[in-house]
């Protein structure tokens, strides 16, 4: 579902990411966990095609990036990690807005928004402003987007920040059926304990490469045998990251 061949992102001359290779499969949720600046969210930006590669290639569902991005990013829900809403949009029109942008409109793009509507609880603020929206309501609201089109890709940064512990379970309900359903997930998160929850394989990144990855059973081996998630990151990451 989702390869990155010898990924690369400079800025200046300051190496971000470092020729990064990763396969996610379909069905696959997998964890991008690494200190701060260690290029998690560079790499998230790039497959999403806000960020142009310095070099490396990216294919999503087959469709490579680079010369066939409209395609690719179709396949795509993303989740940043500091969502942007328009916020004199009511939630309703706001989902009617990216049922517009994915080409369902219509009585198609009606029965989308009206599932997202029940599926995050955002019925009874269907006619509220995005401005006067808790957190946790624009949280719900940006993964109603982001799902709205049924992606094959979902990327995620940071999805349980500021929430509640009953929004935290609907986006991890959330998460799980995209990959019940055939699809992927990258989610990348400092929260550990969620990332050995939910992902089928995990990947540490330490300044812009890959330290290790595979399940928890393979990270502990190459941790020296280490316990927990938090006690092989911790040795996998030791020293400042300076990307």
């Given at each position: 579902?989702?390869?990155?061949?010898?990924?690369?992102?400079?800025?200046?001359?300051?190496?971000?990411?470092?020729?990064?290779?990763?396969?996610?499969?379909?069905?696959?949720?997998?964890?991008?966990?690494?200190?701060?600046?260690?290029?998690?969210?560079?790499?998230?930006?790039?497959?999403?095609?806000?960020?142009?590669?310095?070099?490396?290639?990216?294919?999503?569902?087959?469709?490579?990036?680079?010369?066939?991005?409209?395609?690719?990013?179709?396949?795509?829900?993303?989740?940043?990690?500091?969502?942007?809403?328009?916020?004199?949009?009511?939630?309703?029109?706001?989902?009617?807005?990216?049922?517009?942008?994915?080409?369902?409109?219509?009585?198609?793009?009606?029965?989308?928004?009206?599932?997202?509507?029940?599926?995050?609880?955002?019925?009874?603020?269907?006619?509220?402003?995005?401005?006067g929206l808790?957190?946790?309501m624009r949280?719900?609201?940006?993964?109603?987007?982001?799902?709205l089109h049924?992606?094959?890709?979902?990327?995620?940064?940071?999805?349980?920040?500021?929430?509640?512990?009953?929004?935290?379970?609907?986006?991890?309900?959330?998460?799980?059926?995209?990959?019940?359903?055939?699809?992927?997930?990258?989610?990348?998160?400092?929260?550990?304990?969620?990332?050995?929850?939910?992902?089928?394989?995990?990947?540490?990144?330490?300044?812009?490469?890959?330290?290790?990855?595979?399940?928890?059973?393979?990270?502990?081996?190459?941790?020296?045998?280490?316990?927990?998630?938090?006690?092989?990151?911790?040795?996998?990451?030791?020293?400042?990251?300076?990307?």
């Amino acid at each position: 579902m989702l390869e990155l061949d010898r990924l690369t992102k400079k800025f200046g001359e300051t190496t971000a990411v470092d020729r990064l290779d990763l396969r996610v499969a379909p069905g696959e949720f997998f964890a991008l966990l690494g200190p701060n600046a260690a290029g998690k969210t560079t790499t998230v930006r790039m497959i999403a095609g806000l960020l142009r590669p310095t070099a490396g290639r990216i294919r999503i569902a087959g469709l490579d990036l680079e010369t066939d991005g409209e395609r690719a990013r179709a396949c795509i829900g993303y989740v940043p990690d500091v969502p942007f809403l328009y916020d004199k949009l009511t939630v309703v029109e706001t989902l009617d807005f990216v049922a517009s942008v994915y080409g369902a409109s219509g009585e198609k793009g009606r029965r989308a928004r009206e599932e997202a509507l029940e599926r995050f609880e955002l019925g009874p603020a269907r006619g509220v402003l995005a401005e006067g929206l808790s957190h946790g309501m624009r949280q719900r609201l940006v993964f109603a987007m982001a799902t709205l089109h049924a992606p094959r890709l979902m990327l995620v940064d940071e999805p349980f920040v500021g929430l509640d512990p009953k929004s935290v379970r609907a986006v991890k309900e959330v998460l799980r059926e995209r990959t019940r359903a055939g699809g992927a997930v990258l989610m990348c998160t400092h929260t550990l304990p969620a990332a050995e929850e939910l992902a089928d394989r995990i990947g540490i990144l330490h300044r812009g490469r890959m330290a290790a990855e595979g399940t928890l059973v393979e990270l502990r081996r190459s941790a020296g045998g280490a316990g927990g998630i938090e006690e092989i990151f911790l040795r996998l990451t030791a020293g400042d990251g300076i990307q």
